[in-house]
């Protein structure tokens, strides 16, 4: 068995990504990336594709995507080549779990 690890969220280093997100990396393995973004009221990411696909998990507060609202507890599955555009009117933080990094580290 492998050793297991373990993250203080609440310690963690986070990293702005974007004007309003900020990311901090959980994982970050080849094929198996996992990060929690923060998004503050109102921003988010402009329309970009994941070639690989990505899995969100909505953590708290409000996540929208594609004119639709998610909250906490929702988990959405991107296929491989979609696109999206998300963003947070209220401000979120979200659980990304992608074969790739979801931006540039």
């Given at each position: 068995m492998?050793?297991?690890?373990?993250?203080?969220?609440?310690?963690?280093?986070?990293?702005?990504v974007?004007?309003?997100?900020?990311?901090?990396?959980?994982?970050?393995?080849?094929?198996?990336?996992?990060?929690?973004?923060?998004?503050?009221?109102?921003?988010?990411y402009?329309?970009?594709?994941?070639?690989?696909?990505?899995?969100?998990f909505?953590?708290?507060?409000?996540?929208?995507?594609?004119?639709?609202?998610?909250?906490?507890?929702?988990?959405?599955?991107?296929?491989?080549?979609?696109?999206?555009?998300?963003?947070?009117?209220?401000?979120?933080?979200?659980?990304?779990?992608?074969?790739?990094?979801?931006?540039?580290?």
């Amino acid at each position: 068995m492998s050793k297991m690890n373990s993250i203080d969220t609440n310690s963690v280093k986070w990293k702005t990504v974007n004007d309003g997100v900020d990311m901090a990396v959980l994982r970050f393995d080849p094929g198996e990336v996992r990060a929690i973004l923060r998004f503050a009221p109102g921003k988010g990411y402009p329309r970009h594709r994941h070639p690989e696909g990505e899995e969100v998990f909505v953590i708290d507060g409000i996540y929208e995507d594609n004119g639709k609202e998610y909250g906490p507890g929702s988990y959405l599955y991107y296929p491989p080549n979609s696109d999206h555009a998300p963003i947070s009117p209220t401000g979120c933080t979200i659980l990304v779990m992608s074969p790739k990094t979801p931006i540039n580290l």
